[in-house]
């Protein structure tokens, strides 16, 4: 199944999509806007762009592994989201997904304006990632 996945910013939010045999997630692009039903918008449409069978919005959870606030945010673009397509929203912990796409791009020497340009892509490629590979894992 093709999943649709969101690193959810207040300035730029991370997309990345998976192939169909759910192997590989791959960073697609970030979308810079902070008014949230513009962004669930553009969000919807580059679901359906990609033919999205599902969208999965990481969590950002304390380390202890409670939910602030910003994960009422996260769930309330889910609820918008669901609101414009067809497509079923579920959510993955994004503990530390950004630490671990600095990372990535440090060891491709990503500097400057080009590693801020697509960190939260990375980021959202990570956290799908860690989704597809808790299917597989729940799948055996």
Not at 69 to 82: N, S
């Amino acid at each position: 199944m093709i999943i649709l996945s969101v690193d959810y910013g207040d300035a730029r939010t991370g997309l990345a999509v998976c192939d169909k045999n759910e192997i590989l997630a791959s960073p697609l692009e970030v979308i810079a806007e902070s008014y949230q039903p513009k962004l669930a918008k553009l969000i919807a449409e580059k679901a359906a762009e990609n033919k999205a069978e599902l969208i999965v919005i990481g969590l950002p959870r304390n380390m202890d592994g409670s939910y602030g606030y910003r994960c009422d945010e996260c769930r309330a673009l889910g609820a918008v989201i669901g609101e414009l397509c067809d497509i079923p929203v579920d959510y993955q912990d994004e503990r530390l997904t950004t630490v671990i796409a600095h990372g990535y791009l440090s060891d491709n020497n990503v500097k400057g304006k080009k590693r801020k340009a697509n960190v939260d892509a990375v980021s959202a490629s990570v956290i799908l990632q860690s989704y597809i590979d808790k299917r597989k894992n729940n799948a055996d």
